[in-house]
């Protein structure tokens, strides 16, 4: 009776254009079977593969159901998007008000009800209230609070009011229009496009991997994503070939690699050969989407900035001051700088780092863009952000980016002199690096800079010709030698990281066990920088976007263990979980402490299977013995 039931529900929601055999079924032999294939083929139901030794590995951390269950989590979008505002400039209240003028017409089907299916992972996909535990103790349930009451809200976790929450929906049952007598006009698009398409955006001309033939623009097409599968010899690679032509039968050699990827229906915006031609712009329409996620590309610029609920919480867990000195160790793209500098109302200094040029760039943008005035960035690699003043130093005309007195480290090549009473384009484009104005270590008054005589030169030649291209505004990026030990109040390190616990994420079998080893060696190597950094008394806070404990609780162990004047401290807010205890043996011998009875309390651990419904996240706090 449950699969004739079954199958009354599958044919009552097939398309209009099969009523008639409806009607008369027998003059269809072969529509039952194609209706039952249809509807396992057309539908998004991925299954994560894991390379077997990584899978072994987080099994035995979390428990076979458990880990399922998380593997399900990240392979589909968070059903919210969070948006920090820029209290700065505006008021929350405010950009609520906006949000819902600009988004409330467009997703109100999506936010009310449109999802033909609410139930995933055995629980009402619905219901994202965790249990939080507010300032007084309270155990509040905060994104249920918040998601019920509309589609554009304030997010209810004490200290967190400045968020808003923007409600989509998903997962929807698309009618894609299936005939068996005539094949769907398709396209499949890379797993990257896929990825951001599940997370509210278009599907532009890169990302189009293959299509039917005789695509034209406007025509209704269905979108499917190529998953990267095994190669022979090792290795993962998609089959299909940028400009593939899709045939649609079952014949199509790529016909079963798109059964249960397909993420929606949209219309063309252009045909097949301008598509492949072009090397920008919208391909696909997205306007019928497995999940309902609003873009905010180019909505409400200054006001708003896109970020996961755990890196905002992040940010309050460093519990930034005024006026004090914060380094960012791996800031791009800028989220959780800014974060800071916001908290801080923009007094005091945030000092954002990045070995990549284009990177830090772009935190540039972002700074200006939220009109912070407080960071200052360097192209800087981490694992050399510490530099100490020795002779090898001086005769390599090597420098310190500062010293906790902000006096200028010159090398003794450079003849100092005192430039009093400089204009700003008299100086410009010197580094901090290069000039102090302050209070100097050896006792000169204020509003004096120390340049060497070759920096007067090259700002001589500035005013005369104008900047060069590197010099304009915009474009310029400082270098930094790195910082003298106990330069900063605290220190954020958020660690590059083997990322698996971002999402959605349909594809995650390049990590091996070896992989995920090196991943946590380097993150070592970087929290070592860290330690010498921060001043006794300080802050540190160590996050990571993995679920991997190698990387997040056997850091903490290696932490606490290396550095003895290392505790952990309590976190505000605390909204994520606690960590794992524990212990793992690898097949080599190696074993992998993890924290022990008492710790896992004193972290937080954001789990994209629980219902809070986030990334899978890690935050650790440290405190810095006064005496280290």
């Not at 263990?561 to 960590?579: E, H, I, N």
Request: charged share 20%; hydrophobic share 35%.
């Amino acid at each position: 009776m449950k699969k004739a039931r079954g199958l009354v529900r599958a044919i009552s929601s097939s398309s209009r254009s099969f009523s008639l055999n409806l009607q008369n079924p027998t003059k269809s032999p072969n529509f039952f079977n194609f209706q039952m294939d249809a509807s396992e083929r057309y539908c998004f139901n991925p299954v994560l593969k894991w390379n077997p030794q990584v899978e072994a590995y987080f099994v035995s951390a979390y428990g076979a159901e458990h880990f399922a269950l998380i593997s399900q989590a990240l392979t589909r979008p968070s059903c919210y998007s969070c948006i920090r505002v820029n209290t700065l400039k505006s008021a929350t209240d405010a950009v609520i008000d906006k949000l819902r003028a600009l988004l409330g017409e467009k997703f109100h089907g999506l936010a009310n009800g449109s999802s033909n299916s609410r139930r995933e992972n055995g629980r009402d996909s619905g219901d994202h209230g965790g249990a939080v535990l507010g300032s007084s103790g309270d155990t509040v349930d905060p994104l249920k609070e918040s998601l019920d009451s509309g589609l554009v809200s304030r997010c209810q976790i004490p200290g967190l009011e400045y968020v808003v929450l923007v409600r989509g929906s998903g997962p929807h049952n698309i009618d894609y229009g299936l005939n068996p007598d005539k094949p769907l006009k398709e396209v499949i698009v890379s797993r990257k496009c896929a990825e951001s398409v599940l997370r509210g955006a278009q599907v532009y001309v890169p990302g189009v991997m293959a299509c039917s033939a005789y695509v034209e623009k406007g025509d209704a097409v269905a979108v499917s994503v190529a998953v990267e599968r095994p190669v022979p010899g090792g290795g993962w690679a998609i089959d299909v070939t940028r400009g593939t032509v899709l045939q649609g039968a079952q014949t199509d050699p790529y016909y079963l690699e798109r059964s249960g990827l397909y993420i929606g229906q949209g219309t063309t915006m252009m045909s097949r050969s301008s598509i492949f031609r072009a090397s920008e712009g919208v391909a696909v329409d997205m306007n019928n989407k497995v999940y309902g996620l609003p873009s905010f590309n180019n909505v409400l610029e200054g006001e708003i900035f896109l970020q996961n609920l755990p890196s905002i919480v992040t940010a309050h867990v460093l519990d930034p001051q005024k006026g004090e000195r914060i380094l960012d160790m791996c800031a791009a793209p800028g989220g959780k700088t800014t974060a800071i500098a916001s908290i801080m109302k923009d007094e005091g200094e945030v000092v954002a780092v990045d070995r990549s040029h284009n990177k830090v760039l772009e935190i540039q943008k972002l700074a200006t863009e939220l009109g912070l005035n407080c960071i200052t960035t360097y192209k800087l690699d981490a694992l050399k952000a510490v530099c100490r003043r020795s002779d090898s130093d001086i005769s390599s005309s090597s420098y310190c980016a500062e010293d906790t007195s902000n006096s200028a480290i010159s090398n003794s090549n450079m003849m100092e002199s005192h430039v009093e009473n400089k204009s700003g384009s008299e100086i410009e484009g010197l580094s901090v690096a290069e000039t102090c104005s302050g209070n100097a270590s050896n006792g000169q008054g204020e509003g004096k800079v120390y340049v060497s005589r070759a920096e007067i030169r090259k700002s001589m030649r500035r005013m005369k010709n104008g900047p060069g291209r590197n010099q304009s505004t915009g474009g310029r990026v400082e270098k930094s030698n790195g910082f003298l030990p106990h330069s900063f109040d605290r220190v954020l390190l958020d660690a590059p990281c083997s990322a698996l616990g971002l999402r959605p994420r349909l594809f995650s079998a390049e990590e091996t066990v070896e992989s995920l080893r090196n991943h946590a060696k380097y993150q070592q190597r970087m929290f070592d920088q860290a330690v010498q950094l921060v001043r006794p008394g300080g802050v540190i806070v160590y996050s990571t976007c993995t679920i991997n404990p190698g990387e997040n609780e056997a850091l903490v162990r290696y932490a606490l263990d290396t550095y003895k004047f290392l505790s952990l401290a309590s976190q505000y807010p605390r909204v994520g979980g606690p960590g794992l205890v524990g212990h793992y043996e690898y097949p080599d011998g190696l074993v992998e402490e993890w924290l022990r009875p008492g710790e896992e309390e004193l972290v937080q651990r954001f789990d994209p299977s629980a219902p809070l419904d986030t990334i899978g996240f890690f935050i650790a706090k440290f405190s810095v013995s006064a005496v280290s």
